[in-house]
């Protein structure tokens, strides 16, 4: 079973390339590195809650939406 990081991490990249988004792309409005995006979308890495609001933002997304997982 994926813990939450994981969770987070899958339901960002699954968002991300709906919209046909880079993880540069993202990296670059988020101000981190393209590898802590990586790392955040593979669940090594969590995200703090300004990052948060700053990925929300950018995905033109509620916050709560990257918090609905398929396997609930």
């Known amino acids: 079973m994926a ?18 988004i880079t993880q540069e792309r993202l990296a670059e409005y988020v101000d981190v590195t393209t590898h802590s995006i990586s790392n955040i979308e593979r669940g090594i890495n ?3 809650f300004d990052r948060l609001e700053k ?15 398929d396997d609930t």
């Open 55 to 69: 990925i929300a933002e950018f995905l033109d997304i509620e916050v709560h939406i990257l918090f609905i997982f």
């Open 3 to 20: 813990n939450l990081k994981q969770k987070f991490g899958a339901k960002l990249k699954a968002l991300r390339l709906e919209r046909s």
């Open 46 to 48: 969590g995200v703090t």
